[in-house]
């Protein structure tokens, strides 16, 4: 069976067992070269550790507003800056940094356009990237909910 492309929704969790919605996600289109999303974010990342992307985006804030961590280098926790996005806003994640939302103000929807895929996505843990199965699957067997991120 084909992949869906036009006008279905996706769920994204913020924990590891799959009980917190981070974000409800609206797919406009997704093709190869590009996609269009709406996410309506309802909770922070739960995982104590940033993530990266597969794709180069821009996002819009239309309602509410939202604070993460931004990486500008995946590879180095040490150093993040805090950002926060309110509506009306308009940034750019490109392929190399990473980030983790810490704070969704109730109601925030944002419009996310995004370019081909150039990598493979993961969480970084003190610099290395970690397929999101293998971390959650740690995530499970041995770091308890709400643990405190490595250094």
């Known amino acids: 069976m084909a992949a869906r ?3 279905f929704r996706e769920t994204i969790h913020a924990d590891h067992t ?12 997704r093709t190869p070269l590009f996609a269009v999303y709406v996410h309506r974010m309802r909770n922070p990342d739960l995982q104590p550790d ?5 794709r180069h985006f821009t996002s819009i ?24 996005h309110v509506r009306g806003s ?3 994640k490109r392929i190399g940094g ?20 150039r990598q493979k996505w993961g969480f970084y843990v003190r610099g290395s990237q970690v397929s999101p199965a293998q971390y959650l ?15």
């Open 18 to 29: 799959n009980t917190v919605v981070a974000i409800d996600r609206f797919v406009i289109v």
């Open 50 to 54: 940033p993530h990266d992307h597969p």
């Open 90 to 92: 308009m940034h750019r």
């Open 137 to 151: 699957e740690e995530a499970r067997t041995q770091r308890p909910q709400g643990a405190e991120r490595a250094q």
């Open 61 to 84: 804030v239309l309602r509410g507003s939202y604070t993460e961590e931004y990486y500008p280098s995946a590879r180095d926790p040490r150093h993040f800056d805090v950002r926060r």
């Open 98 to 117: 990473a980030h983790r939302i810490t704070w969704v103000e109730p109601g925030t929807v944002t419009l996310c356009v995004l370019g081909p895929t």
């Open 5 to 7: 492309r036009f006008f």
